[in-house]
């Protein structure tokens, strides 16, 4: 079993940055491909950015290419979501998640994923 917690969301005004950390518990994650999604209010929820399970493939939105980096820590059993030059847009619930099966690459579909953790708001003023 892998549990997902998400924390780092908050308020922050128009091109600031953002870190956000998905920890796991139970089962080690460093065998697992992790995605960010993210769902603003009245929306689908939609993907951000993937990472494979060895950090070899990494798929991006085009809305925030160039601007998001997706990083893992395997000492600390974390991946972080780091987002620079945050716009409005950007603001939604952000969920990290994780593939049930190990060693798989980074996907962009929400099925692909077992593992979702509880969500963190993240808020850009103009």
């Known amino acids: 079993q892998v549990q997902l917690v998400e924390s780092g969301g908050g308020l922050v005004q128009a091109g600031d940055s953002l870190r956000l950390s998905c920890a796991a518990s139970g089962r080690t994650f460093s065998s697992y491909a992790v995605g960010w999604f993210r769902q603003a209010p009245g929306k689908e929820r939609e993907f951000v950015i993937a990472?494979?399970?060895?950090?070899?493939?990494?798929d991006y939105a085009h809305s925030v290419k160039g601007r998001f980096t997706i990083s893992r820590d395997n000492a600390k059993n974390t991946v972080y979501l780091q987002m620079n030059s945050l716009k409005p847009e950007d603001t939604a619930v952000y969920y990290c998640?994780?593939?049930?099966?190990?060693?798989?690459?980074?996907?962009?579909?929400?099925?692909?994923?077992?593992?979702w953790g509880q969500g963190t708001q993240v808020t850009v003023s103009s």
């Open positions: 990472v494979s399970w060895n950090g070899g493939r990494t």
């Open positions: 998640a994780a593939q049930f099966r190990p060693f798989a690459s980074a996907s962009s579909q929400q099925a692909d994923y077992y593992y």
